[in-house]
Nanobody, 124 residues
Framework: VQLQASGGGLVQAGGSLRLSCTAS????????MGWFRQAPGKEREFGAA????????YYSDSMKGRFTISRDNAKNTVYLQMDSLKPEDTAVYFC??????????????????WGQGTLVTVSS
């Protein structure tokens, strides 16, 4: 399974970006998906997750209300819409796939596959 994340870049505070993560799998709906991020000098942290068919989502407190995770199983893609961006959102964002659970998980150890990351930089 390969995950390809894209959509990162430089944006001013208050702006928006949409990240995409496309999976090279036959049946994307077999995987719950998550987004994590790692800021410079910090540990990786959970951001958002979505169940296999998109019925349920789960957000960290830092992302709740500003970011939206969604998926299109026909396109093998999960998205992270990021609005009202803040400088503290600057990080490398990783997508991850969980084959073992149908529900969304916030635990990195629950995920089986990881993408390479895409850098988001928010300027003040």
């Amino acid at each position: 399974v390969q995950l390809q994340a894209s959509g990162g870049g430089l944006v001013q505070a208050g702006g928006s970006l949409r990240l995409s993560c496309t999976a090279s799998v036959t049946t994307f709906s077999n995987y719950a998906m998550g987004w994590f991020r790692q800021a410079p000098g910090k540990e990786r942290e959970f951001g958002a997750a979505i169940s296999r068919r998109g019925a349920s989502t789960y957000y960290s407190d830092s992302m709740k209300g500003r970011f939206t995770i969604s998926r299109d199983n026909a396109k093998n893609t999960v998205y992270l819409q990021m609005d009202s961006l803040k400088p503290e959102d600057t990080a490398v964002y990783f997508c991850a796939a969980d084959y073992r659970r149908s529900s969304a998980s916030s635990e990195g150890s629950d995920y089986d596959y990881w993408g390479q990351g895409t850098l988001v930089t928010v300027s003040s």
